[in-house]
C-alpha cells in the first residue's frame, strides 16, 4: 500500500468526502447522478484504496453506496472492487472486512453466481464467530438464505432463517430490528414459494409492522408488495 505525502491524502480524502455527500439519500435524483457518476466514483475509490491514509474512507464510502450500486451500478464492475478491497488489502477492523464480505456475498447472488456468493459468505461467517458478533452472524445467515432461496433449496433456506431469528429476537437496537423484519419477509416467500400462505401472510404482515415501526418504507412496501402476492 502507497503510503502518500499529506497533501496528496487530503486531496483524494476531499474527493470521497465529495462523493459522499452526492449520495446522501435514495432519492431519483440522487440514483440517476450515480447512474451517470459511477465510473469517476469507482475510479475515485480505488485511488483511495490503495493509499495508507484514505483506505478505510475508501471502504466506508464503498459500504454506503450499495443500494445505489443494487439499484443503478453495473454490477459486474462494483463486484471487481469489493473483491478487491475484501481479499487484497490489510484490515485492522475485521468486522469491516466482515461487511465487505457479506456484500460480496450479496452483489454476486444477484449476479447469479451461488457458488462464489456462498464461498464469500462462508468466509464472512468464520470470521464473524471468531470476532464474537451475533448481529452479523445472523446477517449472513439470512444472506446464505437468500442464495439458497433462488436455488429453491426451500428447506435448507427455512433453517438458515429460523437461526438468525433465534439471534435478533434477543436484541432490540435499531439495525437488529431491521435485519429480524427483512429476515421475516424473506421467511414469508420461503412460505409463499412452499405454498403455504398462512405462515407466508405471518410474516409479511410481521415485516410490514417492524418496517413500519422503524420508518423504513421502501423496505415496507416491498413486504407489502410481497403480501399482496398472496391474494
Same mark, same amino acid.
Given at each position: 500500500?502507497?503510503?502518500?505525502?499529506?497533501?496528496?491524502?487530503?486531496?483524494?480524502?476531499?474527493?470521497?468526502?465529495?462523493?459522499?455527500?452526492?449520495?446522501?439519500?435514495?432519492?431519483?435524483?440522487?440514483?440517476?447522478?450515480?447512474?451517470?457518476?459511477?465510473?469517476?466514483?469507482?475510479?475515485?475509490?480505488?485511488?483511495?484504496?490503495?493509499?495508507?491514509?484514505?483506505?478505510?474512507?475508501?471502504?466506508?464510502?464503498?459500504?454506503?453506496?450499495?443500494?445505489?450500486?443494487?439499484?443503478?451500478?453495473?454490477?459486474?464492475?462494483?463486484?471487481? @472492487?469489493? $473483491?478487491?478491497? *475484501?481479499?487484497?488489502?490489510?484490515? !485492522?477492523?475485521?468486522? &469491516?472486512?466482515?461487511?465487505?464480505? %457479506?456484500?460480496?456475498?450479496?452483489?454476486?447472488?444477484?449476479?447469479?453466481?451461488?457458488?462464489?456468493?456462498?464461498?464469500?459468505?462462508?468466509?464472512?461467517?468464520?470470521?464473524?464467530?471468531?470476532?464474537?458478533?451475533?448481529?452479523?452472524?445472523?446477517?449472513?445467515?439470512?444472506?446464505?438464505?437468500?442464495?439458497?432461496?433462488?436455488?429453491?433449496?426451500?428447506?435448507?433456506?427455512?433453517?438458515?432463517?429460523?437461526?438468525? @431469528?433465534? $439471534?435478533?429476537? *434477543?436484541?432490540?437496537?435499531?439495525? !437488529?430490528?431491521?435485519? &429480524?423484519?427483512?429476515?421475516?419477509? %424473506?421467511?414469508?416467500?420461503?412460505?409463499?414459494?412452499?405454498?403455504?400462505?398462512?405462515?407466508?401472510?405471518?410474516?409479511?404482515?410481521?415485516?410490514?409492522?417492524?418496517?413500519?415501526?422503524?420508518?423504513?418504507?421502501?423496505?415496507?412496501?416491498?413486504?407489502?408488495?410481497?403480501?399482496?402476492?398472496?391474494?
Amino acid at each position: 500500500m502507497i503510503k502518500p505525502n499529506p497533501t496528496f491524502a487530503k486531496i483524494v480524502e476531499r474527493s470521497l468526502n465529495y462523493w459522499a455527500n452526492q449520495f446522501k439519500d435514495l432519492s431519483e435524483l440522487s440514483l440517476e447522478n450515480f447512474y451517470i457518476e459511477q465510473a469517476n466514483v469507482k475510479d475515485a475509490i480505488q485511488i483511495a484504496s490503495s493509499q495508507q491514509f484514505t483506505v478505510f474512507i475508501a471502504r466506508a464510502l464503498l459500504l454506503a453506496l450499495v443500494p445505489f450500486i443494487e439499484r443503478r451500478g453495473h454490477i459486474p464492475d462494483w463486484l471487481i @472492487l469489493f $473483491k478487491e478491497l *475484501s481479499f487484497t488489502t490489510k484490515f !485492522s477492523d475485521p468486522l &469491516l472486512r466482515i461487511r465487505l464480505l %457479506i456484500r460480496l456475498g450479496e452483489l454476486y447472488r444477484l449476479m447469479r453466481k451461488f457458488k462464489d456468493g456462498k464461498d464469500a459468505l462462508a468466509q464472512a461467517y468464520l470470521l464473524a464467530y471468531k470476532s464474537e458478533d451475533p448481529l452479523s452472524v445472523a446477517k449472513i445467515e439470512q444472506a446464505i438464505a437468500l442464495i439458497l432461496y433462488r436455488e429453491n433449496h426451500l428447506l435448507e433456506s427455512k433453517y438458515y432463517l429460523v437461526k438468525s @431469528l433465534v $439471534k435478533l429476537n *434477543s436484541r432490540n437496537d435499531h439495525k !437488529s430490528r431491521r435485519e &429480524l423484519a427483512s429476515t421475516h419477509n %424473506i421467511l414469508g416467500l420461503v412460505f409463499m414459494k412452499r405454498g403455504k400462505n398462512q405462515s407466508a401472510s405471518k410474516h409479511f404482515e410481521e415485516a410490514i409492522m417492524i418496517f413500519e415501526d422503524l420508518a423504513l418504507y421502501y423496505n415496507k412496501a416491498l413486504s407489502i408488495k410481497n403480501l399482496g402476492e398472496l391474494y
